[in-house]
Each structure stands twice: as structure tokens, then as C-alpha cells.
């Protein structure tokens, strides 16, 4: 089945930092690719998705390009604040052209200091 | 609003105690899961179930049960043979027809052993 890494954390940055969060995949064909936020205490929220090869997803100043040449979903943010300080979690299906379960990277906390 | 409610946000349970926990969801979805959470980990899949009556082992199913008696509902029981029951259980939903949406995810409930 399909298969997502991403890179562990913490990581931590100043407020109006760039930030980077990467995510590989391994998958048959094009799946959709997610990225979902956790703020503390709360569950999953869905940040962005891409659903074929080449788009951009987009939301909260957060993009992520699916990249096919490099199997890569990597999440950004050009100017971060405090308030993004979460949990993020890169996900893609299971299985290719399924609508069943997901397959969820071990997610990477950011921690943004004033 | 259509979305998953879990309940209780905080649940103590005794030695020996079976639990049971609350996910319903209004949104029609037919896909229902639980994950379980451990502080500063990742999310492990405990059961899923994709149409009433009917549902599968995660991969950490062991000392957990569930019924799908209604498209709504999917709750979650933790028995005294899970020995190590205290971390954030989440629950999730998922629609056939929406494949490009991903999971929904419920706010979580919080289980410790006293």
C-alpha cells in the first residue's frame, strides 16, 4: 500500500519565520495528498489538499506543491506566528483510488516563539 | 452544522473498568474510524468500519471493540484486557462520494487509568 515520511520535530522558529515541513510519499499512481493540523488538546483539522499532480494546495498563508518527480507533498509558510504552533500531519489513502483509510505521516510539532 | 462529536472530552477510568466511548457524526458520511494517540506520537488505527454492520481490525485492535449498528454511530470500547489504555482517542469519518475530502475528525476524547 501507499506510504507517507515526513520529517521529525520539533521544530522551533521565531514569529515571521519561513517554514518548511517535509514530506515524501510513496504511492501507486496519483492518490490525493493531505496536510492536517492539530492544535493542542484539539483533533485533526484538514489544512490543504492536492488532488492530482502538479497542483497547489492552499489555505492559512500554508502551500504545498505535489511534486511527481520527487514524490514530495512539502508544506510552507512564509511568515509564521505564533498561533501556528501545532502538530502537522502529511496523509494520503491507503490504497490509490480508494475512498478507505489513510495512511498518516508521524506528524512534526512546531513550536513558534514571540 | 454537520460534523463528529465525541464525548466525553475527558473520561477516568478505573483498573479492570471496561469504557466506552461516543462518536456520532451528521454528516451522512458512510466510512467511520478510531485512532488512538500517545503524547508525541503519531496516529495508530484501531478499527474501521465502511458500511453498518460491518467492520475491520486496525492494527492495534487488541483489547478494543466496536459496533456499527447505525450509519451515525461508532462507538468505542476500551476492556480491562488493554493494559495500557491512558492516551487521546480520536474518531474520524469519511465519505464515499467525497473521496478529495479526506477525513473528518472529532475533537477526541481523552481516556486516563486512575
Known amino acids: 500500500g501507499n506510504s507517507v515520511t515526513q520529517m521529525e520535530g520539533p521544530v522551533t522558529l521565531s514569529e515571521e519565520a519561513f517554514l518548511t515541513i517535509n514530506c515524501t510519499y510513496t504511492?501507486?499512481?496519483?492518490?490525493?495528498l493531505f496536510w492536517y493540523v492539530q492544535y493542542p488538546g484539539e483533533g485533526l483539522q484538514l489544512l490543504l489538499k492536492?488532488?492530482?499532480?502538479?497542483d497547489k494546495g492552499s489555505n492559512k498563508g500554508f502551500e504545498a506543491t505535489y511534486r511527481k518527480e520527487t514524490t514530495s507533498f512539502h508544506l510552507e509558510k512564509g511568515s509564521v506566528q505564533v498561533s501556528d504552533s501545532a502538530v502537522y500531519f502529511c496523509a494520503l489513502p491507503s490504497i490509490t483510488d480508494s475512498w478507505g483509510k489513510f495512511q498518516f505521516g508521524a506528524g512534526t510539532q512546531v513550536v513558534v516563539t514571540p | 452544522d454537520g460534523g463528529i462529536t465525541q464525548s466525553p472530552k475527558y473520561l477516568f477510568r478505573k483498573e479492570g473498568q471496561n469504557v466506552t466511548l461516543s462518536c456520532e457524526q451528521n454528516?451522512?458520511?458512510?466510512?467511520m474510524y478510531w485512532y488512538r494517540q500517545d503524547p508525541g506520537q503519531g496516529l495508530r488505527l484501531i478499527y474501521y468500519s465502511q458500511i453498518v454492520n460491518d467492520f475491520q481490525k486496525g492494527d492495534i485492535a487488541e483489547g478494543y471493540s466496536v459496533s456499527r449498528e447505525k450509519k451515525e454511530s461508532f462507538p468505542l470500547t476500551v476492556t480491562s484486557a488493554q493494559k495500557n489504555p491512558t492516551a487521546f482517542y480520536l474518531c474520524a469519518s469519511r465519505s464515499r462520494q467525497e473521496t478529495n475530502y479526506g477525513y473528518t475528525f472529532g475533537s477526541g476524547t481523552r481516556l486516563t487509568v486512575v
Open positions: 454528516l451522512n458520511h458512510d466510512a
Open positions: 492536492a488532488t492530482k499532480a502538479d
Open positions: 504511492a501507486t499512481g496519483y492518490p490525493s
